[in-house]
């Protein structure tokens, strides 16, 4: 059965690259009727914080792409020692007793690339043994085939086949000298336990993939399949870093700015993948449906933004397509909270709230837009610009909007043709423009001098607050 995981590390808030990863595992699973695992990688107990935990999960629930399996590495290290002791009971590795300050770290470079330490490969078992009894401590190292003319290869579904000679892979650690496992050991120890059958991460992690295979390989016969997804790069080309480019490469950025979930998927998936047909602005339903390794890049992508502006304009694009686009009914809630942020509680009930929404999103961008631009929508205290307390003082509009609010008062009928019909009625016995009536009941409405068609403004404020607009205006 096809099962991915996605295997973040709580050392900080939830990367955009971390996310896209994230992202085109669920769609693989979903795409392809699999498992989605999330595991996190927990180990390092000197970098974790309760807050980058916490940010890693507020960011995949906002993206409101559930996952299916949870794990957490630090729960299962009796397992990844286990399955290091069983490679080194193979012959496959050996303890390393060097000092620490003998270590590869600190050797001179002009020496050449550390591969491990010869007279600790050559110790006899006895030796090893005897030292390891005599509590000495060590670190496990894998005992990488040396002077085998062997190579270690593997497939990868992006960057297809890779290989390298095993005479230039180091003997990397699977335990520390505390008895802890590295991250190669606990990784593979995981995959292989919860049988993902597709490794799907960065390509900065292509480099650790041969030492991984060499692990399956010790382990089992079953391997997994790898892809490898390009980088996301910073418009000066350099790797988008958190330390470096700050809450930019955060996804807390983006939903804090207002932006829906749909759209930011949206985004990321076109961060190094397209659909082959120039499509741009798609559901998360239809990516799934399109999406193939096929179909993502193999040269990195570049997130563009400003020391002005950390949001990428694609990104906003699309979030103002999604927003005007979206049933109204995801949306709402969305909106809801933008206003109770603000300090907004709406009136009325859902349905005419859902309404209202449908009726003013078409130009908007962002979810704070709501509150900022439409806060006449629903509430009476409004402030007025300037331009559109203009458009009141034309000759004609105040009275004309009031005679208009007598006219609507005197039935029930709040259809917008019904609206348009007694508006222009009022203009005619006034002789004046529809146009001075128009613009003005825009102005009394909303205190502004844009929004929604003209008509459609009554409706979405409502009979009441219109009667009563009109009325003191």
């Known amino acids: 059965m096809l099962r991915v995981r996605f295997a973040p590390s709580p050392t900080g808030y939830l990367h955009i690259g971390s996310a896209r990863t994230f992202i085109f595992n669920w769609l693989y699973a979903r795409r392809e009727g699999g498992t989605m695992v999330l595991r996190i990688d927990d180990t390092d107990v000197e970098r974790n914080t309760e807050a980058s935990m916490q940010s890693i999960f507020d960011g995949l629930r906002w993206l409101g792409l559930a996952w299916d399996e949870q794990y957490a590495q630090s729960d299962r290290i009796a397992l990844h020692q286990q399955m290091a002791w069983k490679i080194f009971e193979k012959g496959l590795a050996y303890r390393d007793f060097t000092p620490m300050q003998s270590t590869e770290e600190e050797r001179d470079p002009a020496a050449g690339p550390w591969l491990g330490d010869p007279a600790m490969r050559a110790l006899s078992p006895a030796e090893s043994q005897r030292r390891a009894d005599a509590g000495e401590p060590f670190v496990l190292r894998y005992r990488v085939p040396r002077n085998q003319?062997?190579?270690?290869?593997?497939?990868?579904?992006?960057?297809?086949?890779?290989?390298?000679?095993?005479?230039?892979?180091?003997?990397?650690?699977?335990?520390?000298?505390?008895?802890?496992?590295?991250?190669?050991?606990?990784?593979?120890?995981?995959?292989?336990?919860?049988?993902?059958?597709?490794?799907?991460?960065?390509?900065d992690h292509l480099s650790n993939t041969f030492k991984h295979v060499l692990i399956f390989e010790a382990l089992s016969d079953a391997m997994p399949e790898f892809a490898h997804l390009p980088l996301l790069i910073a418009p000066d080309g350099a790797k988008l870093s958190k330390r470096k480019h700050g809450p930019v490469v955060s996804v807390t950025t983006y939903r804090d700015a207002g932006f829906v979930p749909q759209a930011y998927v949206n985004f990321l998936c076109l961060l190094g993948w397209n659909p082959k047909n120039n499509q741009e602005f798609m559901t998360v339903e239809a990516i799934m449906e399109k999406f193939t390794f096929e179909g993502i890049n193999r040269s990195n992508a570049t997130v563009n933004f400003s020391d002005e502006d950390p949001i990428d304009p694609k990104a906003a694009w699309l979030n103002s397509q999604h927003l005007r686009t979206m049933p109204v009914a995801l949306l709402a809630p969305m909106v809801r909270v933008a206003m109770e942020g603000a300090g907004i509680s709406a009136q009325g009930d859902e349905a005419q709230f859902q309404q209202t929404v449908d009726i003013i999103r078409s130009r908007y961008s962002v979810l704070g837009d709501f509150p900022a631009k439409g806060r006449a929508y629903f509430l009476d205290d409004f402030d007025t610009t300037p331009e559109a307390a203009e458009k009141l003082n034309v000759d004609g509009a105040r009275e004309g909007l009031r005679a208009l609010g007598e006219r609507l008062a005197q039935d029930e009928d709040f259809s917008e043709a019904h609206i348009e019909a007694e508006l222009r009625a009022v203009a005619d016995a006034m002789g004046i423009k529809a146009g001075v009536l128009i613009n003005g009941s825009r102005a009394a409405l909303t205190g502004q001098t844009v929004g929604p068609s003209a008509f459609a403004v009554f409706t979405a404020v409502g009979r009441d607050r219109v009667l009563r607009r009109l009325a003191a205006v």
Not at 164 to 187: C, Q, V, W
């Open 149 to 203: 003319n062997r190579w270690v290869n593997f497939k990868d579904l992006v960057y297809r086949k890779q290989a390298k000679k095993a005479d230039d892979i180091e003997d990397f650690a699977l335990l520390r000298s505390n008895g802890l496992p590295t991250y190669h050991m606990a990784s593979c120890a995981d995959d292989l336990d919860l049988r993902i059958s597709h490794i799907i991460r960065g390509q």
